[in-house]
């Protein structure tokens, strides 16, 4: 199957060339989703490998976290920051698919995430997905769950009122503006679960919080841990 995938992958690049998202360079043979120079200075975390670290610690008495990381550091001005951009205002989402399967290679091969039961992402409201055409946090949450090899779960939670976006707001505006805004639909599906929250960038927390105190509050005997794609030094309270 795999020779199969390779051959199609072959006969797709001389019709469609793949890019980096990151360079722009033509990618080869065996680089899926950014090229090797890109994949070399990648600015990863490593939060992933720690069980105890600088965004697991965001959380402490707020919200009860077993696991949290991001996989990038997000870094204003660079060609990585663009990457987040584009897939989630740009269209990109097989971008956003393919840098979660990274992700979720490197949360399966730390051996740290191994218990998580189902990935739920951060919902959009459904006037927002309307607009935008598709959810970017599910696209990584689906590239996660395929390397953790378990099932994403985007219908027993859900965005019931529409909100700005975080990024129009300050800081202490943030945590006003998610207040209320999720509602969990199937209880069900999820309890007796570890589930793995999952967001495209974290900034305040906020977002995620709400979220996962939305379900603490509706769904007896689960456990929550969290993973997004990229976050900031400052955000996690790291000095440069």
């Given at each position: ?172 505006e943030r945590w006003d503006n998610v207040e209320g805004i999720f509602r969990v639909r ?24 709400s979220l996962g105190e939305t379900i603490l509050r509706s769904i007896e005997d689960v ?18």
């Amino acid at each position: 199957m795999s020779i199969l995938n390779d051959m199609m992958r072959d006969v797709l690049s001389l019709v469609i060339p793949a890019s980096c998202p990151v360079c722009g360079k033509r990618l080869g043979r065996g680089e899926a989703v950014v090229c090797a120079s890109c994949e070399v200075t990648a600015p990863l975390t490593n939060l992933w490998r720690e069980p105890h670290n600088p965004m697991n610690e965001r959380f402490w008495g707020l919200m009860p976290v077993e696991r949290a990381s991001a996989f990038l550091w997000y870094v204003e001005g660079s060609a990585w920051r663009d990457v987040v951009h584009n897939f989630k205002y740009g269209g990109q989402w097989r971008v956003a698919y393919n840098m979660g399967r990274w992700f979720g290679a490197e949360l399966r091969e730390s051996g740290l995430y191994a218990d998580v039961d189902v990935v739920v992402p951060v919902p959009l409201h459904l006037a927002r997905r309307m607009w935008r055409g598709y959810n970017q946090s599910e696209y990584i949450a689906r590239g996660i769950a395929r390397e953790l090899g378990v099932k994403v779960d985007t219908r027993s939670v859900g965005r019931h009122r529409y909100n700005s976006s975080q990024t129009h707001h300050r800081k202490v505006e943030r945590w006003d503006n998610v207040e209320g805004i999720f509602r969990v639909r199937r209880a069900d599906a999820l309890r007796g679960k570890h589930i793995l929250l999952v967001d495209d960038v974290f900034t305040t927390g906020a977002t995620i919080m709400s979220l996962g105190e939305t379900i603490l509050r509706s769904i007896e005997d689960v456990r929550l841990s969290v993973a997004t794609l990229a976050t900031s030094r400052h955000s996690l309270h790291i000095k440069p």
